[in-house]
């Protein structure tokens, strides 16, 4: 098939040992340190800057597949932009190869983080999107934090460069995540972040009203 790589049993072995399930013990969430090789995240940040940014946040934006209305906390399919760009489908069919995820992600934000900025604690929108969300980190390191809703319990990851992490289950449903707004985390200092969100939208207008409840 058209740009599917062939992955031999050996590679699957080695990525079964490189994914990391329930990670930090949080149910549900999944971590892939090395998703994209440097080259690969060099090519994607030098394409996606070549894309017009959004300015409608404190931190710029991208949207593609839906635009994502974060006041309303919806997406319906008048908010249809088009088909994922090529290098956003690829990388949507990598995470769909690698078993990250079970379904291919039809909608993408792009957020761009500058040292001081951050985004609040929240549990991405649950009749928008489907179970598994995949966040994908470029350009600098920063600290995330989860906290279990019903404890309080906190637990903190360090973003890599070129890593994935999968929200599914639990951690999707029961777990906020958030980054602090600031300069630096445990004393490294922050640079330009740019992180990909990849999901699935949930479109049906009858699951829409059963999970409103
Ligand atoms: O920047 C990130 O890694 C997370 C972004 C996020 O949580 C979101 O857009 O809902
Ligand atoms: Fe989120």
């Given amino acids: 098939m058209k740009n599917k790589q062939l992955l031999l049993f050996s590679d699957y072995d080695k990525l079964s040992n490189q994914i990391h399930r329930n990670y930090l013990n949080v149910p549900g969430l999944i971590y892939y340190e090395s998703f994209l090789a440097p080259s690969e995240q060099i090519i994607c940040l030098e394409t996606l800057d070549c894309h017009t940014w959004l300015g409608d946040l404190k931190r710029r934006v991208q949207h593609y597949g839906y635009r994502y209305d974060y006041k309303a906390r919806r997406v319906d399919p008048s908010m249809y932009v088009g088909p994922l760009p090529p290098f956003a489908a690829k990388i949507a069919e990598k995470l769909v190869l690698t078993g990250l995820v079970s ?26 999107f489907q179970d598994e969300i995949a966040t994908i980190s470029l350009g600098s390191v920063y600290e ?39 300069l630096t985390d445990r004393g490294r200092k922050r640079a330009r972040r740019v992180s990909l969100t990849f ?8 699951n829409r009203k059963e999970v409103d409840g």
């Fill in 103 to 128: 379904k291919k992600p039809d909608q993408l934000i792009i957020n761009e983080y500058r040292p001081g900025q951050g985004i609040a604690p929240h549990v991405d929108c649950e009749p928008c």
């Fill in 199 to 206: 999901r699935k939208v949930i479109l049906d207008e009858r």
């Fill in 144 to 182: 995330m934090e989860l906290s279990e809703i019903s404890t309080g319990i906190t637990k903190k990851v360090d973003l890599e460069l070129g890593s994935c992490l999968v929200f599914t289950g639990c951690s999707r449903y029961a777990w906020k995540h958030g980054i602090r707004p600031r």
